[in-house]
């Protein structure tokens, strides 16, 4: 592992080659926006002018319309004076749907380009912050110390506001709306931040029980997007990793650590790997009965074969070393066997409910339609059942110690999972209303939980950061504030930059691509220069002032003459950069390997924690099975509930036949209610 930086020279020197790599970018990015601003003046102001002219123009005109207004009759007067105050309102309406629209590619004008710049210079102040927070504070770390009367206190006044936060969403009453989803979210994330913050390990079975649920949105949102969508392209491809993996891999860059470290982003780029790959092979397949059902259930024997069979696990992952890292004292194998597993049925279960969404939504909306006493009688068995069952996951399984219940955690997440769904959706009142402060909080999950580590806590989320010493609450006070604004606005600037970088254009966001990896690359190969040399701060800084000039100078000849630029600028400027960086990245990987070949080892048996029982993996499979073959995602409750109730489940063709019309017909908008089918790949934005 790398080592932890010192101040043991009087310049003190940059450890990390990767840390080097972030100042020279972002500080490149400040250079070049610095001078892009400036330039810029004059042209704003010529069109300020500009602006004042036209409105100038428009008052004259409103005046002569007034004048005429006067010669006509009262009721024509009132005519033109109503079409005008429209016609008014349009126009101040009108900038503020423009404010409203997606954020565009970047083009050659300066204008896209400073937008580019200042943002990038935003994302970089941030990360930089962070990298000052954690080596260079102003007041010593301090140590974690839990009290439960503070934790719960904190976590009852949080979830008292939040109740005064409601609010209704009548357009969308479906089950498991995008509010509930997010507000699903908030909750959860608010006791997963305050269990680490507070140390309040007593909670650690929830906690596993929240990421588990997280996994399963992975598998419930990406299955939804891919069988409405049907877009397995290379741009949504890319989006996505973007959206996982962008924030995440400049904080591996600007701390010098290891992507297992931050488990969650591993987590759940890999299952959304896996949702693609059942989606993706034999495509034209997913819309009939039986063949995406058989994709689940092939998937599902492969998650057991691998996971629950013991030994194939090593063989399937033996290229991953087993050295100590940092976020993996046992070995970046052990720890993904461990992460892993503990979630290895999670987003299976996600994507059975999806592929089960419109029978269950139907369900729902059927029974409704029942007399008030009969529906209740169903839903009241219903919940009865989920009570029983619940009684039995805490008695047997919630309440064993930590090292027990992760081995069985994987096999029994499913319980309190299907329990809060329905609870929560039993009631069309329920489902009609929405707490905006979790949900607001549920739309932050991935950069709350990533900026934990290094602005809220330190050391890898091992000690807090303190502003205010000596006063731990108000401390508190202090740097959650601005922890929840700075990742609020790294919210922003991931989903702008990915508009802008990563646009829907195929062609175009193939080149931006390119471009990126090319200047990354060189800028790489910079840092290890700048390293070599010493790494210091006048070195790093001096570099990174030459090399935003130089990006300057190429970017004003670019929006001088875009056309020929082109063929002038940007192909050689490609082809040097790319061969520059890309050598150097590629001596860089072939040492990687070389590396960890040599660390490649039989894994050893470390005692406790980890989920492979293939008994009680038979068991999930089972149980996989019966929400496939019976339609129900509550695992036949539902199914027995109804017939009990002497009536019937909802038919698959006269379900299923109402979404692929629409979908065949372009008609639906990303979610399964036949009813309401608005806003469901929006999940995946949070």
Not at 98 to 124: C, I, M, N, R, Y
Request: aromatic letters at 16%; a positive charge; proline letters at 3%.
């Amino acid at each position: 592992p790398n080592p932890p930086p010192t101040y043991d020279h009087p310049e003190y020197a940059f450890q990390f080659s990767s840390t080097v790599f972030c100042f020279l970018f972002f500080g490149a990015c400040l250079v070049v926006w610095f001078f892009l601003s400036f330039v810029n003046r004059d042209a704003n102001r010529d069109r300020d002018r500009d602006r004042d002219d036209d409105r100038e123009e428009l008052d004259s005109e409103d005046e002569r319309i007034e004048l005429k207004a006067d010669i006509v009759d009262h009721e024509k007067a009132a005519k033109m004076g109503d079409k005008a105050r429209d016609s008014r309102q349009n126009a101040k309406n009108q900038p503020k749907n423009k404010k409203k629209h997606l954020v565009q590619p970047v083009e050659a004008t300066k204008a896209s380009l400073t937008l580019l710049a200042s943002q990038l210079t935003q994302f970089g102040g941030i990360l930089m912050y962070s990298w000052f927070c954690e080596n260079m504070p102003v007041f010593e770390h301090a140590n974690k110390h839990y009290s439960r009367d503070i934790f719960w206190f904190v976590t009852f006044i949080y979830l008292g506001f939040a109740l005064t936060t409601v609010k209704g969403n009548p357009k969308d009453t479906s089950l498991l709306n995008r509010e509930q989803t997010e507000e699903w979210k908030g909750w959860m994330q608010f006791l997963f931040l305050a269990y680490h913050y507070f140390h309040a390990s007593e909670v650690y079975n929830s906690i596993r029980v929240f990421i588990s649920c997280y996994v399963w949105m992975t598998g419930f949102g990406n299955f939804s997007f891919f069988y409405i969508k049907q877009d397995f392209g290379f741009v949504r491809f890319a989006q996505m990793m973007w959206r996982l993996n962008f924030l995440v891999f400049w904080l591996m860059m600007a701390h010098g650590n290891t992507f297992i470290l931050y488990y969650i982003n591993p987590l759940h780029t890999f299952y959304f790997l896996m949702v693609y790959a059942v989606m993706y092979v034999c495509s034209s397949y997913n819309h009939q009965k039986n063949p995406i059902r058989v994709k689940v259930m092939v998937s599902a024997l492969i998650i057991f074969l691998i996971w629950d069979v013991p030994g194939v696990f090593d063989i399937v992952w033996r290229f991953l070393p087993t050295e100590s890292v940092i976020g993996a004292k046992n070995g970046v194998r052990h720890e993904w066997h461990f992460r892993s597993g503990l979630d290895h049925y999670s987003a299976l279960f996600g994507m059975i409910f999806a592929m089960n969404y419109p029978m269950a939504q139907e369900w729902f909306v059927s029974v409704e339609r029942l007399g008030s006493w009969k529906q209740w009688c169903m839903k009241g068995i219903m919940l009865l059942t989920m009570f029983v069952v619940m009684g039995f996951w805490v008695n047997n399984v919630f309440l064993l110690n930590k090292f027990k219940y992760n081995e069985h955690h994987a096999y029994y997440f499913w319980v309190p999972l299907l329990s809060y769904i329905f609870v929560r959706n039993c009631s069309l009142t329920l489902r009609s209303y929405h707490l905006g402060l979790l949900t607001s909080m549920g739309k932050i999950t991935l950069e709350t939980y990533l900026m934990q580590h290094h602005i809220w806590l330190t050391s890898n989320a091992k000690t807090l950061l303190v502003f205010i010493p000596n006063a731990p609450m108000v401390n508190f006070l202090c740097v959650s504030c601005v922890y929840l604004l700075l990742s609020h606005k790294l919210f922003r600037l991931t989903v702008s930059l990915r508009a802008q970088l990563v646009p829907n254009d195929l062609n175009k966001a193939l080149w931006l691509l390119a471009t990126m990896y090319t200047t990354l690359s060189f800028i790489y190969a910079l840092a290890l220069l700048c390293t070599f040399l010493g790494g210091g701060f006048a070195v790093v800084f001096s570099m990174a002032l030459l090399l935003g000039g130089g990006f300057y100078c190429i970017l004003r000849e670019i929006t001088d003459n875009p056309q020929e630029a082109i063929y002038r600028i940007r192909k050689p400027y490609l082809a040097v950069t790319g061969v520059i960086g890309s050598s150097v990245l590629m001596f860089n990987l072939i040492s990687f390997l070389n590396h960890a070949l040599i660390h490649i080892e039989p894994q050893t048996k470390h005692t406790g924690g980890v989920a492979q029982s293939w008994p009680l993996g038979v068991m999930c499979v089972i149980i996989a099975g019966i929400c496939v073959v019976l339609f129900d995602s509550f695992v036949g409750v539902s199914y027995i509930v109804t017939y009990a109730g002497f009536e019937r489940m909802p038919d698959w063709e006269s379900t299923y036949s109402v979404l692929h019309k629409k979908i065949a017909g372009g008609k639906s908008s990303s979610s399964f209610s036949s009813s309401s089918m608005s806003k469901r790949n929006k999940i995946l934005e949070g």
